[in-house]
């Protein structure tokens, strides 16, 4: 590592621990008192579950009174089910009192029989029996109505001698005095979580609430039944759960009830996991212990955020500073700079992921979580891997030094120049255009070339035979005939069959292979300026970007045309750096011993000029690059056009990546791959990769909201910092297309917005395309239709039907949370967020189809501003 890289990792190193530290700073609150009045006292363990009855056993309850004995004066029991019957007995023992509650729904008969264990209980336990509470919260669930209720009061208070209450939630309370008239005292849970109240207003809200209730019952004890935090939950409102939130609002209390004289029953004594059935995930997080019957948080020492705030920081140091030092592997051209812009992209992604598993894993783990868990993780890596390659990309688009591979012309005379064999692969094509394209082939200023142009599979004979003729019209003109056309039916292979029964009918003397698509047009400069580079033995390739003279004909090609130029003037040029470019089958020129030595064009891949140029790497060839148009062609006419141009680019990716996974992925063995070709090669196909797991993750997210709407109690929205993981990369991808667009392509505002429109309406095909890809091993070869009659404007709608419903799920899903969970929780906000940026890139199709059927839209809407960047600028 280099002073510089050393000195910003240090740096940046200093800033992860001060953040940290600022955001774990510990908070004075009162402490907590040596025993207190009393806990809500549920002893079941990990293993219960009372709707199963699955129930602890005498001896669990006597280890956990005993735990409790020295800590508070009573404890608030909910039933008398099973060995919960002895908890009266067993408390004695301990010098604990009981407030012994029973529990009521709507099964009549379970109530009868709990009412009479009640009072049983109560008679023969008067020494620590203090109070009695008929039924939690029944009247707030609606299982009963006030006057059943009633009478089960009236019952107990006349069977025993103890006061007799119910127990409620203050709001009940207030809507139902009559209900006092059954009681000798309140019963109520003040529970400010559950009323959205931030923490720092907690503990006022607690007393302005028992005030109301003690000025709406004045000759009635108020007995605070439950009062509690949770410690890991949503955010509900203004409150936010955790353990130092508890701590805080619990310590405060104390304080509080202490100098108001309340009697009070801190909820609860140990967490609850059975309650996430019933209650949602927040039911089982209000324990002052955990579920191991270990303090949560410190009693008396000043509260931590995250007690472990050092450990989880300097691991993510470490994971920061391995992802930076592996950032800047071969980056000794990039500016100090990009280098800290890479050292703050490494240590954010390591902190968010470091911060995010920690969050998560502090949730009791079931079957389920633990594979939401290991999905989480994967997801993790995967957001971070394409994170870290977009920031990559970024630096070296921005911050380098100067090019390492620059295009260097190469000046030689005519009688050195070797000699080329342009081939021009054709199925169905408008003759009228192909007509134009050897008109400009005929116009090249280049001494020794040939032109084979090979139609196959071509029915129609009014379709190749004009273009037969006008190759002979050509060579009729001069002397040096240069035009051969072949015309073959049947012919396997599709584009890469064509190619290769071009190179059997090559010259001999041909040193240089050419391939230009149909409705190429080509500079008359083309091969002079270019062919030069064979004349160093080391080079098989030389790539001019693709380009297009239609751009102009309406709005949707001209957003098309923006969306192309990206790729050939940021990603191949970083590309070109380390001799990895994407070999494309058009404006390529390609050494014909290379093309002879790996075996021709693949006929099994749909992008065979991809997989030739991985080929030819990987005997340890090099490639140049030049980012200068020397021909142009058309672009799809439609947007389905569109679509099935790069889904073909897509699932043919997959198809390299499959059959070369060995020289890709798993060492070098006969290859001659770099690792920094390894590296394009795997990142450059990684966005798309993720496009595939984003519409994963979209369906997921749909199902999931439709779990918020229709039990909203058992399904919570994602925690908040795991749902801004989508929307961190989708910002980063945008801020770094934006940014890069205007700097790099000399792109305008219009025309970086068509860009970011065009492209995100093909996540969705390119997410088919990769899924498909995975689990098929080939498809048909799509050709891209030029010069066709653009769709009706239904028609163009249809093309993005899958688009358009996936969009209205994710809308309808938004609108349903909303109106299910309302909008005021920060959790479910970001979540309905998360949804709605979902939806962009599948309505981006279905308004890109739009403007697909509105052919007549100009192009003028957006600016024609050209790029003017070549490989000199560098910043």
């Known amino acids: 590592m280099t002073r510089a890289n050393f000195l910003i990792a240090i740096a940046i190193t200093m800033i992860s621990i001060l953040f940290w530290s600022i955001l774990n700073r510990p908070e004075q609150a009162p402490p907590w008192p040596g025993t207190i009045q009393g806990f809500s006292f549920s002893p079941l363990r990990e293993h219960h579950n009372p709707i199963k009855h699955l129930l602890p056993t005498a001896e669990e309850i006597d280890q956990d009174l005993a735990l409790l004995a020295d800590t508070t004066h009573a404890v608030r029991t909910y039933t008398l089910e099973g060995d919960q019957i002895l908890i009266p007995a067993l408390a004695q023992k301990y010098g604990l009192n009981v407030s012994l509650g029973a529990w009521l729904d709507t099964d009549l008969e379970s109530n009868k029989i709990e009412i009479e264990k009640l009072i049983k209980t109560t008679r023969e336990n008067y020494r620590n029996v203090v109070r009695v509470v008929v039924g939690n919260e029944t009247l707030l669930r609606g299982e009963l109505k006030i006057e059943q209720l009633g009478q089960y009061l009236d019952q107990v208070r006349a069977a025993v001698t103890v006061p007799v209450s119910t127990a409620e939630t203050w709001d009940v309370w207030l809507a139902h005095p009559e209900l006092a008239d059954h009681v000798d005292y309140v019963a109520v849970h003040i529970l400010p979580y559950w009323d959205g109240v931030e923490l720092n207003q907690a503990v006022d809200h607690v007393v302005v609430t028992m005030n ?30 955790s353990p130092a939130n508890q701590a805080t609002f619990l310590r405060r209390f104390l304080l509080q009830a202490e100098q108001k004289n309340y009697v009070y029953y801190i909820m609860e004594a140990f967490d609850q996991p059975w309650k996430r059935a019933s209650e949602g995930a927040v039911g089982a997080y209000w324990g002052v212990y955990d579920v191991k019957r270990q303090p949560k948080f410190a009693f008396t020492a000043p509260i931590v955020g995250i007690p472990e705030w050092r450990l989880l920081a300097g691991i993510s140091i470490v994971i920061g500073i391995i992802t930076f030092a592996m950032l800047l592997i071969d980056s000794k051209t990039l500016r100090n700079r990009g280098r800290s812009f890479l050292a703050i992209v490494a240590f954010f992604a390591a902190t968010g992921a470091v911060w995010i598993i920690y969050t998560y894993y502090q949730q009791y783990m079931t079957i389920s979580s633990i594979i939401v868990g290991i ?10 891997l394409v994170l870290l390659t977009e920031a990559h990309e ?8 100067k090019w390492r591979r620059p295009f260097t012309p190469i000046q030689v005379t005519d009688a050195d120049l070797p000699m080329v064999s342009v081939h021009v692969p054709a199925y169905n094509e408008p003759p009228e ?29 009014a379709i190749w035979q004009p ?10 003109t001069t002397s040096c005939p240069r035009f051969r056309f072949f015309h073959r039916d049947p012919l396997p292979g599709f584009k890469a069959g064509a190619l290769n029964f071009a190179l059997t009918q090559t010259a001999p003397e041909a040193v240089v292979i050419a391939a230009i698509d149909s409705d190429y047009q080509v500079s008359p400069l083309w091969l002079r300026d270019l062919t030069p580079q064979f004349t160093r033995p080391e080079v098989a390739i030389v790539q001019a970007p693709q380009d297009y003279y239609d751009d102009k004909e309406n709005l949707f090609k001209a957003m098309c045309y923006a969306e192309y130029r990206g790729f050939f003037y940021i990603g191949m040029q970083t590309r070109n750096e380390r001799n990895a470019i994407i070999q494309h089958g058009t404006m390529t020129m390609v050494r014909k011993s290379a093309l002879e030595e790996v075996g021709g064009w693949s006929e099994w891949c749909i992008t065979e000029d991809a997989e030739l140029g991985l080929k030819i790497f990987a005997k340890g060839y090099e490639a140049n690059y030049i980012a200068k148009s020397y021909g142009k062609g058309v672009m799809p006419d439609t947007f389905i056009d569109f679509k099935k141009q790069r889904f073909r680019w897509a699932y043919g990716a ?5 059959h070369h996974a060995g020289i890709l992925f798993f060492g070098p063995g006969k290859t001659k791959l770099t690792t920094g070709q390894r590296y394009h090669f795997i990142a450059g196909w990684l966005p798309w990769m993720a496009d595939s797991l984003n519409m994963l993750f979209t369906l997921a997210a749909i199902g999931w909201s439709i779990a918020m709407i229709y039990a909203p109690l058992k399904f919570d929205p994602p925690l908040v910092i795991l749902s801004s993981m989508p929307l961190m990369l989708f910002s980063f991808k945008m801020a770094k297309m934006i940014y890069l667009y205007r700097t790099r392509v000399g792109a305008s505002i219009s025309q970086t917005a068509a860009s970011a429109l065009a492209g995100l309406s093909l996540s969705h095909t390119i997410s088919m395309a990769i899924l498909q890809g995975i689990f098929t091993k080939s498809k048909p ?13 239904h028609r163009a709608l249809l093309s993005a039907r899958e688009e358009g419903l996936i969009m209205l799920a994710l809308w309808l899903s938004a609108y349903g949370v909303a109106v299910k969970q309302g909008i005021g929780n920060t959790d479910i906000m970001v979540w309905i967020t998360v949804l709605v940026i979902l939806s962009i890139p599948y309505m981006a199709a279905v308004l890109f189809s739009l403007i697909s059927g509105f052919s007549r839209l100009p192009s003028s809407l957006i600016s024609n501003k050209k790029s003017s960047i070549s490989q000199s600028k560098v910043h």
């Open 433 to 461: 255009m192909m007509i134009e394209t050897l008109n400009a082939l005929a116009r090249l200023d280049y001494p020794r070339y040939e032109v084979i142009v090979i139609d196959n599979n071509t029915k129609d004979p």
């Open 467 to 476: 273009v037969e003729a006008h190759c002979a019209a050509l060579n009729a």
């Open 781 to 793: 070869f799509f050709r891209t239709p030029k010069m066709e009659q653009a769709h009706a404007l």
């Open 654 to 658: 997959v198809q390299v990546m499959r």
């Open 375 to 384: 999905l989480m993780i994967v997801g993790i890596i995967g957001v971070t």
């Open 394 to 401: 970024w630096a070296e688009a921005t911050w380098l030094q």
């Open 212 to 241: 109301k209730l003690k000025n709406k019952f004045p000759d009635k004890e108020i007995v605070l039944a439950e009062v509690g935090w949770p410690s890991n939950a949503r955010t509900y409102k203004g409150a936010v759960a």
